[in-house]
C-alpha cells in the first residue's frame, strides 16, 4: 500500500463523493476527509452521518491544505467549482474528479487549475440508481474499473499516487484519453440510460395501456430500465448536454440497427431475428467472465412468498 | 386450497416447463405428472432430475389421461404440439399454454382443440434469462402475475380451476383478451427485449471501441440489458414473429420518443431532458410498491472484494 493523502476534499456528497468518503474510513487512501456541498441540507445529513472530519459551505475553504481534492458534483457544475477553489488550491495537489464525460471537464475545469497543481480527470464506473449523501457505501468501487484521463504532460508521480487511491477501494484503473473515454462510455452507460429512459417514458404516454398494467406486468424485461431510468435526473441531464457528439454518433448507429430489426419483424425474417439474438449472448458470458456482473440468474433477485 | 389435477401434462420441459415441475412439487397443483420434451437430451435430463413421474418421446402419449395439459414449447411450436395430441386429449381436459403472445396461440392451438376439451390460453410473467430443464426452480412464479385470456364461451369452472393452479404457485391472476395481452406485453416484456438485444448487436459492431472495452466498462448500465439480451433466442424470433403487429405499433411510439429526446440533446435543450428524466422515477417507484421489483440498489447485487 501506498502512502495515503494527508487530507482528501470531497467537493459534492452525493452517492460518489459520499462512497469515497465511507471507502476512505474503509479502506484508507487519506488521513483526514474535508466535505463541502452547495445545499445547506445536504451537508447538515454529512455531517449526521460523519463524512468527513470538517465541513465546509465554502468549496475554497474546503481545500485549504488539501494535497487531494475530489470534485464530485454534476458535470456541469464543474467549472464553477473549480473556479471557486482556484485561489486556494494547496501547491502540488492533485485535482480530479469522478464525472461520467471527461472532454467536458478538461474544457471547464481545466482553465482553473492554478499551474502548481496537478489536473488529473477520473471516472470510476460504478454507481447506483440511489442518489443523495445517504445512498454511499464503502464497498461501491470493488471490482469496477476507474478510468484516468490526464492531460498531455501530466507527471507520472500524481498520476501513480491517484491511481493507488482507486486501487485501495479493490478499483482497477486505466489511462485513456479524455475523448476516447467518452465514446467508450457514450455506448457502455449513456445510450443505455438514454433508451431505458425513453422506453420509461413511451410506456406513460400510453393511451390503451394503463399505468397500472405497465406496472402489473414489468416482470417481464421492463422493470430492469426503469431501474437505470431512476438515476438522478440532474447528474443525467448534464451528462447528455456534455457528451452530444459521442452520444449522437451511438444513438445513430443504435437507430440504424434497430431499422433493420424492424424490417426483419415487418417481413417476418426470422432468421436475421435468431442469429442477433444468438450473438447477443457472447457478451453477457464476457461480461460475467471479467467479474463486471452477477451469474445469478435475475442479478439473484430472490423472489419472495406473498405473506 | 382447490381440488388439484388429477395429472398434469407437461409438453416442454425448459425454464417454464421445469418451473412448473418443481411447483407442483413445492405446492401441490396435481397429483401426477407427465412430461415430454421434443429433444432426447431434453428428456435425458429431465428424467434424471425427475421432472416428471413419467416421461414420453410422444406428445400424444404424454397427454393421456391429463386433466391438465400445458404447453411449455416455443410460441411458433405450439400448433403442431396441439395437432400431435388432439386426438388423443381426455374429455372435459384443460389445455393451456405459457407464451409470451397469446393471439398466434389462438390462432395456431384453436383449431386443434377438440370439442370436449377446454381451451384456455395463459401467459406467466415471470422468467429469468436461462434456460433449458435445469434452469428452472418452484419459487419461479411467486408474487408474479399470471394472464389468462379465456376464449368467448369457456366456461367458468375450468378458468376457476386454472386460476387456483397458479394462485397455488404464489402468483395473482388476471383475465384479459388475447388482444390486450398483446399490446401490454408488447409495452413490457417484447420492446425491452427488442431494444436490449438491439443495444447489444449495436455495441458489438463498433470500431473505435473495442469488445474489450465494452465488457470492461459495462458496468455503468450496459450489463443489465446484456441479461435481458441472452434470454433464448428461439423463443424470442417466435414473439417478434407473432406479435407482429403490436410490437411494430410499440416500436414506432419509442422511436417516435427517441426522436424528441435526440433533438433536446443535440439543441442542448436540458429543461425537456431534465423533465423527461424525472417523470420516469414514478414508475420505477410504482414498480417497488406493487412487489414488482426489489428496493435494493443494483437489484441487491452485492459487490464483491476482488481476491
Known sequence: MSQPFEKAAILGLGLIGSSI????????GAKTISGHARSVETLRVATELGLADSFHASAAEAVKGADLII?????GACGALAE???????PGAIITDVGSVKGAIVRDVGPHVPKH??????????GTEQSGPRSGFPELFQNRWCILTPVEG??????????AFWRG??????????????????MTSHLPHLIAYNSVATAADLEEVTQSEVIKFSAGGFRDLTRIASSDP?????????????????LGRFTEELAVLQRAIRWGDGETLFNLFTRAREIRRGIIAAGQDTAAPNFGRTPERKP
Open 21 to 28: 468518503s465511507h471507502a476512505i474510513r474503509a479502506y484508507g
Open 154 to 163: 501530466t507527471l507520472p508521480e500524481p498520476v501513480a499516487a491517484l491511481e
Open 71 to 75: 470534485l464530485c458534483a454534476p458535470v
Open 234 to 250: 440532474t447528474m443525467w441531464r448534464d451528462v447528455f448536454l456534455n457528451n452530444r457528439e459521442a452520444v449522437l454518433e451511438m
Open 117 to 126: 497543481a496537478h489536473f488529473i480527470p477520473g471516472h470510476p464506473i460504478a
Open 84 to 90: 471557486a477553489i482556484r485561489d486556494t488550491v494547496a
Open 169 to 186: 477501494f479493490g478499483s482497477n484503473v486505466e489511462i485513456m484519453t479524455a475523448e476516447h473515454h467518452d465514446l467508450v462510455l457514450a
